[in-house]
């Protein structure tokens, strides 16, 4: 079973230098068996994570989904 680590991403700003962040920072925790979930994602980086095709591995919360 994979370890599943909560990062709050609330005051993170919606740039693709963050995204880039996150996207190598999940690949580092895969590599240590460990998955990150991002909490309090704004609606502009869950655009931008979209956008630049990482929404399946850059995961929200679940029940965290904007409406």
């Given at each position: 079973m994979t370890e599943v680590l909560l990062c709050d991403v609330c005051m993170?700003?919606?740039r693709a230098t963050s995204v880039d962040?996150?996207?190598r920072l999940q690949l580092a925790a895969v590599?240590?068996?460990l998955f990150i979930v991002l909490?309090?994602?704004s609606?502009?980086?869950?655009e931008l994570i979209?956008?630049?095709?990482?929404?399946?591995?850059l995961v929200l919360e679940p029940g965290r989904?904007?409406?």
């Open positions: 993170l700003e919606a962040a996150l996207a590599r240590l068996g909490r309090n994602a609606p502009e980086l869950l979209a956008f630049m095709g990482l929404a399946d591995v989904q904007p409406e």
